[in-house]
């Protein structure tokens, strides 16, 4: 009988659960599970990340590769998965360094099943054997076992080790619901197991020793662009678990904290949305639902949501809205937007009914009187709801307990809250809610006047949180950049912001951007969101600035996150949750977790500056002329990549060449139907040509750049269009035979 089938074939065999190197038959239930034992500690691990030393390398969303390394008492073994199919995979393990004699350690593969199923191993065979209701798994390894024994779970498994050793034939069975095929290093210093699912027990032993001889991982591109997109991809795929409690896949904000059987913080899983949305539309979208599960009642997501606690009584700054129009727009899937818009829209809201304790239209942090949370109904779970719980600039933030809030207009939510009626507007034009658009559009104009008169600081020429009846406060985060973000600054702030910005006094230096200014006395704390970087802040002002049109200070702070990102990544495959925005370390304190979702978005920029989906200009290619290559990811046109080679920009849509541009420059709003092309011409530098290419030598029925009639060269496998520096902001329209 299936237990779970609410995730795709291909990627039932998966990570799933809380032993990184554990391939998992999500829809069966079966398990194989790798585990070492050293005799010199006479220690047995069972490869647990907060426990044990691991170090995550590549892994697909889907589980077809799955790479990592493991060290116990000096010794690593590096593993590597495969999957030749759906229902099979192939993982080997290799020895990198011993420090102990081979004999007296061990590699053990252990075969089980949730629901206590007996493993059967036929040595005759040298196959291991389990049956779930009418299906079969085999699992069968590249040489036999030196010895195979039976456990009722893994801890006893490991119990036997501590124990007994090593050098012990008490455990011995051939059936157990636990079954450890042993190898040691002295015999086996390198070696390979498979397991398959089939409808018989023949098929399914011949497609596990068939699957023995499945291909090695090919490499990854190494171009930083490639490299970056490949990132994104493991910092995802590792973080991809079950949620056994809930019956649902997700994407955790990191598989290594350990609180409770699930844990979503509502903003955190917003991003893990829509990095996933690289990659696989069904995880974003699953992400996405994991999100609105936390909506309550009274209209507002809850902060956090976990098996321990949910803060019902407080929410996070709600970007849903953006990341769900941004996965709208690589997609094209339009029920993304009606999966998302009702929680959404009442979420709007809840924050001008619930967080507006003057009535005057700007938001002040909050915490409601509703359910029983921690920290409810005091400053600290206020705070929460920036996400930005111990910022210098809630320092001077008094909690009010008669409007349960704090005393301040904190400028970062404020804007988050105008640029979600933004997009609210935009999605509810989409879906033809053509008055509710208008409600929407109206509150994030007056909200952009608000923030632009009453929260910028006109004495130090910069926006700040501020005392609802009184001053500025005198810390000032990256969030003074968000109003670039709403489109609230005015030209003139605009080029204050920007001189602070570039200050190396305040925002700039080798490593952008701390959250508490580098003169500022909380700086020097060094915690948590007292000095260090954020990558989710990083990302959010670069796409303010990107909005803005401020390319350059955008691509340098894109160059700068990727090289603070790559510092720790490429060494010791550190994805943090922030970092030290001094030296760019990520462990250098306690309260950062190594490998966590946001961290994805330092890459993200990176390989934005290449291919984006631009929340306002939609599917945008920039050719920098410099070589480099990106892909594939999602599109609404089919699976994308991009490359640069000779000064060219091609971009191929399922593997099909569909588009060059040999100018340096960038195509916004690019629209690539079979036969139709649409798009806008920005930034172009010198003269050069788009081609489009193509199966067919049918000329276009139709060629206009803005609206002038342009001509088709024919070139070989398609058409070129001129263009020239003259053409800034053209749009250009192909049209060809159906």
Request: glycine letters at 6%.
């Amino acid at each position: 009988m299936l237990k779970h089938t609410n995730v795709s074939t291909a990627r039932a065999w998966n990570s799933w659960f809380d032993r990184p190197g554990e391939m998992v038959f999500l829809p069966l239930g079966l398990r194989v599970t790798p585990l070492l034992y050293s005799s010199r500690l006479r220690q047995c691990i069972k490869l647990e990340p907060r426990s044990d030393t691991l170090r995550l390398g590549r892994h697909s969303i889907d589980g077809s590769l799955i790479e990592f390394e493991a060290d116990l008492a000096g010794t690593t073994l590096a593993f590597a998965t495969t999957k030749p199919n759906p229902f099979a995979f192939r993982s080997t393990w290799s020895t990198k360094t011993s420090a102990e004699w081979g004999l007296r350690f061990w590699v053990n593969i252990a075969i089980s099943a949730e629901d206590g199923t007996q493993a059967s191993f036929d040595p005759s065979q040298n196959i291991t054997l389990l049956k779930s209701g009418d299906r079969f798994t085999a699992i069968a390894t590249e040489h036999p076992p030196a010895q195979v024994t039976g456990h009722a779970t893994l801890d006893d498994l490991c119990q036997d080790y501590q124990t007994n050793g090593y050098f012990s034939r008490d455990s011995r069975a051939t059936t157990a619901p636990v079954l450890a095929l042993r190898f040691n290093l002295e015999m086996m210093r390198s070696g390979s197991y498979a397991a398959a699912v089939a409808d018989s027990a023949p098929r399914a032993i011949a497609a596990a020793k068939a699957a023995l001889t499945a291909q090695q991982p090919i490499p990854d591109a190494t171009t930083p662009h490639a490299e970056s997109l490949s990132a994104i991809r493991d910092i995802v795929g590792w973080n991809t678990i079950w949620d056994a409690t809930n019956n649902r896949p997700y994407t955790a904000v990191t598989r290594i904290w350990n609180l409770g059987t699930y844990a979503v913080w509502h903003n955190d899983q917003t991003y893990a949305a829509l990095l996933s949305g690289l990659f696989d539309t069904e995880l974003a979208r699953e992400n996405l639902a994991t999100t609105l599960s936390a909506a309550t009642p009274q209209g507002n997501f809850a902060c956090i949501s976990t098996s321990r606690d949910t803060w019902v009584d407080r929410s996070q700054p709600p970007l849903g809205s953006l990341i769900a129009w941004q996965l709208y727009q690589r997609s094209g899937e339009r029920s993304i937007l009606e999966q998302c818009y009702p929680a959404m829209a009442r979420n709007q809201l809840w924050w001008r009914e619930m967080r507006d304790p003057d009535g005057t239209g700007l938001i002040s942090c909050g915490t409601s009187d509703v359910g029983e949370a921690l920290y409810k109904g005091t400053a600290f779970g206020a705070r929460n709801e920036t996400g930005m719980d111990n910022s210098a600039t809630h320092d001077e933030a008094i909690y009010d307990p008669e409007t349960r809030s704090l005393s301040t207009w904190d400028l970062g939510l404020n804007c988050v809250v105008a640029l979600d009626a933004e997009m609210l507007a935009l999605i509810a034009e989409a879906l033809g809610h053509t008055d509710e658009a208008a409600e929407f559009d109206a509150l994030a104009t007056s909200h952009r006047a608000l923030i632009q008169t009453h929260l910028w600081d006109e004495t130090r020429q910069i926006f700040a949180n501020r005392q609802r009846h009184g001053e500025f406060v005198r810390s000032i985060s990256p969030t003074s950049f968000y109003p670039l973000l709403c489109n609230a600054a005015t030209p003139e702030q605009t080029a204050h912001l920007l001189r602070h910005l570039a200050d190396p006094t305040t925002f700039a230096g080798k490593y952008p951007l701390p959250n508490a200014t580098r003169d500022d006395p909380a700086f020097a704390d060094n915690v948590y969101w007292r000095g260090r970087i954020w990558p989710n802040v990083n990302y959010l002002v670069w796409l303010a600035l990107r909005r803005t049109g401020h390319y350059p200070e955008a691509s340098l702070l894109a160059e700068q996150s990727l090289n603070l990102f790559l510092q720790n990544w490429r060494t010791h495959r550190i994805a943090a949750e922030n970092y030290n925005a001094t030296t760019g370390e990520a462990m250098d304190q306690g309260d950062t977790d190594p490998f966590y979702i946001w961290a994805g978005l330092l890459p993200l920029m990176a390989v934005s500056e290449l291919v984006d989906i631009d929340p306002w200009h939609g599917l945008t290619l920039t050719n920098t002329a410099q070589p480099t290559q990106c892909g594939p990811m999602v599109s609404a046109f089919g699976q994308l990549s991009v490359s640069i080679e000779n000064a060219t920009l091609t971009a191929t849509l399922n593997a099909r060449p569909a588009l060059s541009i040999s100018f340096p420059g960038t195509l916004t709003g690019l629209q690539l139907h079979p036969n139709r092309l649409t798009t806008t011409l920005h930034r172009v530098n010198a003269a050069g040509q788009i081609i489009l290419h193509r199966r067919t030598t049918d000329a276009p029925l139709a060629a206009h750049l803005n609206g002038e009639v342009i001509r088709a060269t024919p070139v070989s496998g398609g058409f070129a269009f001129d263009v020239t520096p003259d053409n800034q902001g053209a749009k250009l329209d192909v049209i060809f035979p159906q």
